[in-house]
């Protein structure tokens, strides 16, 4: 497709499930970048990568967040045992290199109840 | 560290008003400053940025202009229409090794009514 493409766009699912997240960048894009958009607020850096490394992982916010994108294009982000409080959107974006022009999925909405 | 602060909404408008969203940023070293806008139901998109002091960016009738020594970067438009209607972010990034992470505000909503 043209655009960032995000899926599922929504899901729900239980406290102490775990769920994964799926992003397929715009092609030809190296740099892939993950946030997270809780209600009320901005987008917060999660992760970056830069081909198929990781290179700035500083936003996850603890160690049940795990991201992977193995051969350069689609990533995954992981979450293990969730908790109410990881209930965002999380939001994929893409671009042609570190520091080029981001462009955005219109983002998963996870709710854990 | 380095931080977006920009005004609360909802901001309400008549259509043909003017618009003014404030920002202002804190930050070390020279960032590049950006205003994205979120449409409903649609992914966020870049407006327009500036990448140093005085630069004026612009798009779709958007203005900002990069004040260092008010660190702002407040977003104008002369005359909305019902179809600017949608949450505006303004954000940064780092210069140099941080280039790549964007630091957002916590958005603006605007309601332009006909």
């Known amino acids: 497709g043209a655009g960032v493409s995000q899926t599922p766009s929504n899901k729900v699912t239980e406290k102490g499930k775990y769920v994964e997240l799926r992003c397929d960048p715009i092609s030809g894009h190296t740099a892939l970048y993950w946030y997270r958009q809780s209600l009320g607020q901005g987008p917060e850096f999660l992760i970056y990568f830069q081909g198929t490394g990781a290179a700035d992982d500083s936003g996850l916010p603890n160690d049940r967040f795990f991201a992977v994108r193995p051969e350069g294009s689609v990533s995954t982000l992981k979450i293990q045992r969730t908790e109410r409080g990881d209930s965002a959107v999380y939001l994929c974006?893409?671009?042609?290199?570190?520091?080029?022009?981001?462009?955005f999925g219109s983002g998963t909405q996870l709710s854990v109840l | 560290g380095d931080s977006v602060t920009q005004m609360e909404g909802p901001v309400t408008l008549s259509e043909e008003a003017f618009l003014t969203i404030n920002c202002t940023y804190t930050a070390t070293g020279y960032p590049s400053l950006f205003w994205y806008v979120q449409y409903p139901g649609e992914g966020l998109q870049l407006l327009l940025k500036?990448?140093?002091?005085?630069d004026k960016g612009s798009n779709k009738g958007f203005e900002a202009t990069y004040r260092k020594e008010t660190t702002s970067f407040h977003l104008e438009k002369g005359s909305v229409q019902v179809s600017d209607s949608a949450v505006y972010f303004c954000?940064?990034?780092?210069?140099?090794?941080?280039?790549?992470?964007?630091?957002f505000g916590s958005g603006t909503r605007l309601l332009v009514r006909p």
């Open positions: 954000a940064l990034s780092g210069d140099l090794d941080s280039s790549y992470k964007l630091i």
């Open positions: 500036a990448t140093k002091a005085d």
């Open positions: 974006a893409s671009s042609l290199s570190a520091g080029t022009k981001l462009f």
